[in-house]
């Protein structure tokens, strides 16, 4: 298994439909050949990164290389790993915009950096802490508040559900004692039956 990133200018800038067909004809060849990975674009400029078996990842930047959408691929790294960083992506993409840049901590250190050819071709690490920022399962501000939200709403609905519980056992401790008080037969049978049921109420067992 290799990865291969590269950064390249694109021919002319590419209209939203010009990039979704590419989208679209990657996704569907990567589906099929075993790829994954990620497209960055941002003022003309591309940087993706590949992974999947060797022969088949390396065929593919040759194929990339020709294609005259773009010019000037410069691959940054090549590199034998040991599994995929982008599993879930037949190829994940991002349009990366200056304010978008702003918001990724690994570039905080960097200052101002541009999504442009010039500074992705010269610092690798820059190419290195994009690639981390949005390998992170979690990059997205949104995804990040719906996941937030589904685990709140299930931490609501076990609540909800150990409460009803409780007070269900509460309701049969309290109508036991009241039925065996009116019959007369309140014994010690029924009080250690309602200390354990208390017990468990208080320390939230399940019933
Ligand atoms: C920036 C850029 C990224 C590309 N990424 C991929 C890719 O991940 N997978 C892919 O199959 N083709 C990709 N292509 C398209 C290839 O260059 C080529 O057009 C395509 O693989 C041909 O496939 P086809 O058999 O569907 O015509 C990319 C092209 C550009 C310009």
Redesign the pocket.
Known sequence: MIQVSYV?RASTPLSPEQLLS?LV??R???TA?G?T?L?LYGNAT?L?V?EGEAEVVDA?VE??G??P??AGVQVIGRKVVPSRQYADWS?CFERVTPQALGEIDGLRDFGAVDFRFETLARDATVVEALMDHFRAPHWDPLVRELDARDRLIAQLRKGLVQARGRAEVATLVIESLVEAGRKGALGEEHLRLAESALAQVRHGLPG
């Open positions: 390249s590419l004809q990657s569907r060849n990567n050949a790829i990975g497209l591309f993706q590949l593919l194929r990339i020709r294609d959408r773009h190829m």
